[in-house]
């Protein structure tokens, strides 16, 4: 039995992790009933990950009661009515922390994150701009600040608020991804590749870190180095489709069409095949010189889409490696037809289909 929090916390994590949920809890409730109010914050926040919100709730309330004037079980309850999607009761009790402590940078961070998942960018700036008038040290502050400043198109500001994260916390892989991102956003790559690298050396477990890596490299055509940051985001998560998919391109561009076959099939046996999976299969197939299974493939890809104009010109070219002149001459011709089209939409023309 886990005799401290922290060997509870990881006891819990590893029990969660491995779907071992209801003996995570029965631990948790051992616990409790051998510490008491001993522990109540942290069991709380042990609770909450397994979303155990109802035995959170407690813990939290209990502690509300014991210690009345402090904010912290309050803003607590914040979080947590908000996780269950109780906004009314959880701005209540995030505004009722500040009025309990609001020399506390930490309640209006809190009240500032919430208004933002919300999307109420006013009132997000106000509550995390008054966090920083607080402690214009509070790193996380900044780091939503700059979320918030993005998603006004505000990019140079934002790109300053995740500066000013980094350098009050630069142990924290986040502020280096968040960082990251935006240089990515602003296809400023050997900047982002700094940004994610340094990211995954502190977090190497960080799925979205080895993929965003990963898709840098791609977007560099730096292959290899992308393969193995693909490959290590699909060491730690099996199922991630976008890794797997880009993986698989990535061999496509190498001309391995083995191999990226491989792992497209795989992507594609995992769920529904989308337009983009079965025409780069199709491509590969081509690459192989089986003319016919891509013909198969591409025929799903332009009943799905008819405008594939990309997908109809390889129909032409298979066709021709068939020997079936006709069919091949017909693909063709869809294909100018809708690159055509495309152009007409570009420029506002109109395009005649004789």
């Not at 071992?20 to 510490?35: G, N, P």
């Not at 400043?149 to 009050?168: C, H, P, T, V």
């Not at 690159?339 to 004789?354: C, E, K, N, Q």
Request: aromatic share 8%.
């Amino acid at each position: 039995m886990p005799e401290d929090p922290d060997a509870l916390e990881q006891l819990s994590r590893t029990l969660r992790v491995s779907g071992c949920r209801d003996e995570a809890l029965h631990r948790v409730r051992d616990f409790l009933e051998r510490t008491g109010d001993a522990h109540l914050e942290r069991v709380g926040a042990i609770l909450m990950d397994l979303e155990a919100y109802e035995m959170a709730e407690h813990c939290y309330l209990r502690l509300a009661e014991l210690a009345p004037q402090s904010a912290q079980p309050v803003c607590r309850l914040g979080i947590l009515y908000a996780k269950k999607g109780d906004d009314a009761r959880a701005c209540a009790e995030l505004e009722r922390a500040i009025e309990l402590e609001p020399r506390n940078p930490e309640t209006w961070y809190r009240l500032g994150s919430f208004h933002l998942r919300k999307r109420e960018l006013d009132d997000a700036e106000r509550s995390l701009r008054q966090a920083l008038v607080v402690d214009e040290h509070h790193a996380r502050s900044h780091t939503n600040l700059g979320f918030l400043l993005d998603l006004r198109g505000d990019r140079s500001n934002a790109l300053r608020e995740f500066q000013k994260a980094l350098q009050l916390a630069p142990g924290d892989p986040e502020n280096h991804f968040n960082l990251g991102a935006l240089y990515a956003e602003s296809c400023s790559y050997e900047l982002a590749i700094e940004q994610f690298r340094a990211g995954v050396a502190l977090d190497p477990d960080s799925v979205e870190g080895h993929y965003n890596l990963g898709a840098v490299y791609f977007e560099q055509r730096r292959y290899d180095d992308s393969i193995a940051a693909f490959r290590a985001a699909l060491r730690l998560h099996a199922d991630h489709e976008e890794a797997r998919y880009y993986l698989g391109l990535c061999y496509l561009r190498k001309g391995q069409y083995d191999r990226a076959l491989h792992q497209l099939e795989r992507s594609a046996s995992e769920r529904t095949a989308s337009v983009r999976l079965l025409y780069a299969m199709a491509l590969c197939y081509n690459g192989l010189e089986l003319p016919r299974q891509a013909v198969r493939i591409l025929s799903q890809v332009v009943e799905l889409t008819p405008d594939h104009a990309k997908a109809h010109h390889l129909l032409g070219i298979c066709f021709d490696k068939l020997g079936e002149r006709d069919r091949a001459t017909e693909a063709y011709r869809n294909s100018d037809l809708f690159l055509s089209v495309a152009r007409a939409r570009r420029s506002g023309a109109a395009v005649s289909s004789a």
